[in-house]
C-alpha cells in the first residue's frame, strides 16, 4: 500500500512508512519500536485522509501499539483531513484504556471534526458505553452534548440500534428524550424510521403517546416513519403505533394480558380438556391429543420472550412445569392414591415428596439468585472500583456491565433476560423465569431430584392403580378402557415420562459440573478439568447439595479464585 498526502513524502522514508502502518495494522511491537528508531519521524508523517501511525493504532485498539508511538513523540492531537484526532479514533474504536491514555498524554477532549462531533459523538457512533460512561465520569463530558446537525449521543443511539447505550443515556436521563436535531427529528423519529421496535417502546413509554403527533421538518411524525419502511421491525410497530395514535388518551403499558394469558395457558388448556372428558363416556384420548397438537401450535416458534416490541421474558414455560406438577399432585391424590394408600410406604413416599416439591418451587420463585447491586472492591486496598481503576490496569481481572453500570467479577455474568448480573451465574432457566445463580443453585438441584422422584412416584402410582382397579382384566381390555375412560391420568403418565427422561439429563449434567466445582455458563472458564474418582465426585456432590464446602477443589476454577466471592450481593 502506498502513503501519500499533504506531506510529501519520498524514497526510502516512504517505504518505512509504510512498513510502520502495516506493522501498526499487525500488532508488530518488535518491528514498530525498530522503525522508530531508526527514523523518529516516521510518527509526525500522514497517509491517505491525513492519519498518522497513531490515528491507526488507535483505530486497531493496540494498547502497545499507542504507548510506544505516544513515547516517540507522536502527536496526540495530531487531525487528519476530516479534523479527526487520536481520540476520535480510539473512541471509534471503544477502548476506554487507550482512551484514558491518550487523555493522560493531553489529547484535548474540546477538538471536534468538521461536523461539530466531539469524542463523546465518536464513542456514541461507535456503541462503545464504556467510553462514554468514562468520559462523563472521568472527564466530565456533557453527555447530552450536541453536534453541528444537533443530534445528541441519544440520537446517534436510535440511529445506530445500539441498545445498551440507549439504556445507559436514559438512565438518569443522560440525553433529553424531546430533544429535536437540524430536521427537527426526536430520537423516536429516528428510532421508528429504522425499525427498533425496543426503542421506540421504550421511548414511547416514558414520552407518553403525545409524542407520535410531533411532526419534524419534513412533515413526518414517528407512525409515518414506520408506515414507509417493510422491514420487520416497521410491520411490527405499525399495528401498534397506530392504535396508539387513533387512541391518544390510551395510557401506555406493556402487555400484561398477553403475558398472563401465555403464563396460565398451558393450565387452563390441560384444566379444560379434562373438564370435558370427565363429561364423556368414551374417545376421552382424541380430545387429549387435539389439546397437545394445539399446545404444539401454540409452541411453534416461541422463543425466550414473548412476541411484542416491549420483549418481555417469555412465561409459557414457566406455565408448562407450573400447570405439569399441578396436575399430577391432582390427579395423583384424587384417582390414584384412594386405590394404593394403603400400601405405607407409598403413603408415607407420597406425602413427603409432593409437598416438598410444591414447597421448594415456591421458594425458587421468591428467593433472589445473587443479583449483584454494587460495584467489587479490591482485594489489597478494599477500595469500590470504577471505570478508571480498570482504565489504568492493563489486564484487569475485573469486568465493566454497561447495562448495570457495575465493576463485577470474572465470576460475575450479566442476564439479558433478568436485566441484572449474578454471581456464579449458572444459566437462566425458561421454567422458573429467572436466573439459577449462587443463592439457588442448591435449591435448583434439589429441585431436579425431587421433580424426578414425583414423576416416578406417579408412574408407580398409576401402575399399583391399573393392577387394583383393573385386576384379572386382559390388556386389550385394560388398554381400551384407559384410552376411553382414563385419559387424564394416562395423558400424564406420558407427560411424567418424558419429563423424568428429560430431568434426568439435565441433573445428571448438574451433577457433573458440580463436581467440578463449575456452573454451565463458567464450565468454559475452567483451564483445567478435574478428575475424580466416582467416591471423590459423589462426596463433591453430596457436600454441595448440603451447601457445604467441596472437600475436592478444582483449582483451576474461577469459583475459587481469591476475588470470586467479594461482590455485595
Known amino acids: 500500500m502506498s ?18 502502518m502495516d506493522a501498526v495494522g499487525r500488532n508488530q511491537s518488535p518491528v514498530i519500536q525498530q522503525l522508530l528508531s531508526s527514523d523518529p519521524h516516521l510518527v509526525h508523517l500522514k ?25 516517540a513523540n507522536s502527536d496526540v492531537n495530531a487531525a487528519t483531513d476530516h479534523l479527526e484526532t ?41 456503541g462503545s458505553v464504556q467510553v462514554v460512561k468514562y468520559l462523563e465520569e472521568v472527564c466530565e463530558v456533557n453527555t447530552g452534548e450536541q453536534d453541528l446537525k444537533l443530534q445528541s449521543p441519544l440520537h446517534i443511539a436510535c440511529t445506530y440500534g445500539h441498545y445498551d447505550l440507549f439504556h445507559f443515556l436514559l438512565k438518569n436521563r443522560r440525553c433529553e428524550l424531546l430533544q429535536e436535531d437540524i430536521e427537527g427529528n426526536l430520537p423516536i423519529h429516528l428510532a421508528c424510521k429504522h425499525g ?75 384444566s379444560v380438556t379434562t373438564i370435558l372428558c370427565q363429561q364423556m363416556e368414551s374417545y376421552q384420548f382424541l380430545i387429549y391429543l387435539a389439546a397437545f397438537l394445539i399446545a404444539g401450535i401454540a409452541m411453534n416458534g416461541m422463543t425466550h420472550r414473548i ?3 416491549c420483549r418481555w421474558p417469555n412465561p409459557f414455560y414457566a406455565g408448562v412445569f407450573a400447570a405439569g406438577i399441578t396436575h399430577t399432585t391432582f390427579c395423583y391424590f384424587w384417582i390414584i392414591f384412594p386405590y394404593i394408600y394403603t400400601t405405607w410406604w407409598v403413603t408415607l413416599f407420597s406425602f413427603i415428596i409432593c409437598p416438598l416439591l ?25 477500595k469500590t472500583l470504577t471505570l478508571l481503576d480498570l482504565c489504568m490496569i492493563r489486564n484487569p481481572p475485573y469486568n465493566y456491565c454497561p447495562s448495570c453500570d457495575l465493576v463485577t467479577n470474572e465470576v460475575t455474568k450479566h442476564c439479558k433476560l433478568c436485566d441484572k448480573c449474578f454471581l456464579h451465574l449458572d444459566h437462566h432457566c425458561l421454567f422458573l423465569l429467572k436466573c439459577v445463580a449462587i443463592r439457588n443453585h ?26 387394583t382397579r383393573f385386576d384379572r382384566q386382559s390388556w386389550s381390555d385394560i388398554a381400551s378402557q384407559t384410552l376411553h375412560q382414563q385419559a387424564w391420568p394416562l395423558s400424564l403418565v406420558l407427560l411424567n415420562s418424558w419429563s423424568a427422561i428429560w430431568c434426568s439429563f439435565l441433573l445428571h449434567t448438574q451433577y457433573t459440573q458440580v463436581t467440578k ?16 474418582t466416582r467416591l471423590q465426585a459423589l462426596t463433591n456432590f453430596v457436600h454441595f447439595l448440603f451447601n457445604s464446602p467441596l472437600p475436592y477443589k478444582n483449582p483451576h476454577s474461577k469459583l475459587y479464585s481469591s476475588h470470586s466471592t467479594e461482590v455485595t450481593i
Not at 230 to 251: F, M, Q, V, W
Not at 359 to 370: A, H
Not at 517 to 532: E, I
Request: proline residues 4%; aromatic residues 12%.
Open 307 to 309: 412476541k411484542h416490541i
Open 442 to 467: 442448591v435449591h435448583f438441584v434439589w429441585l431436579l431430584i425431587l421433580s424426578v422422584l414425583n414423576m416416578l412416584a406417579y408412574l408407580l402410582g398409576f401402575f399399583l392403580y391399573s393392577h
Open 196 to 270: 427498533f421496535g425496543h426503542m421506540t417502546w421504550t421511548l414511547l413509554c416514558l414520552s407518553g403517546v403525545s409524542v407520535l403527533s410531533r411532526v419534524n421538518k419534513g412533515g413526518y411524525t414517528p407512525v409515518d416513519l414506520v408506515l414507509q419502511g417493510d422491514s420487520y421491525g416497521h410491520k411490527e410497530l405499525a399495528g401498534i403505533l397506530t392504535g396508539y395514535r387513533e387512541h391518544p388518551n390510551k395510557p401506555v403499558s406493556g402487555p400484561v394480558l398477553l403475558w398472563y394469558g401465555w403464563l396460565m395457558f398451558p393450565f387452563t388448556l390441560y
Open 3 to 20: 502513503y501519500q498526502n499533504a506531506v510529501t513524502i519520498a524514497g526510502a522514508q516512504a517505504t518505512a512508512f509504510e512498513m510502520l
Open 517 to 532: 466445582g463449575c456452573t454451565t455458563y463458567f464450565m468454559h472458564s475452567v483451564t483445567q478439568p478435574l478428575s475424580l
Open 47 to 71: 497517509g491517505w485522509h491525513g492519519i498518522t501511525a497513531l490515528h491507526k493504532a488507535c483505530l486497531i485498539g493496540d494498547y502497545n501499539s499507542v504507548l510506544m508511538l505516544i513515547q
Open 358 to 382: 410444591h414447597l421448594l418451587f415456591w421458594t425458587l420463585l421468591v428467593k433472589d439468585p445473587g443479583s449483584v447491586t454494587v460495584s467489587t472492591h479490591d482485594i489489597s486496598t478494599g
Open 86 to 126: 487520536p481520540l476520535h479514533y480510539a473512541c471509534k474504536r471503544g477502548t476506554p484504556s487507550i482512551v484514558h491514555l491518550l487523555v493522560q498524554c493531553g489529547a484535548r477532549l474540546d477538538l471536534k471534526d468538521k461536523l461539530g462531533r466531539s469524542a463523546l459523538h465518536h464513542a456514541a457512533e461507535a
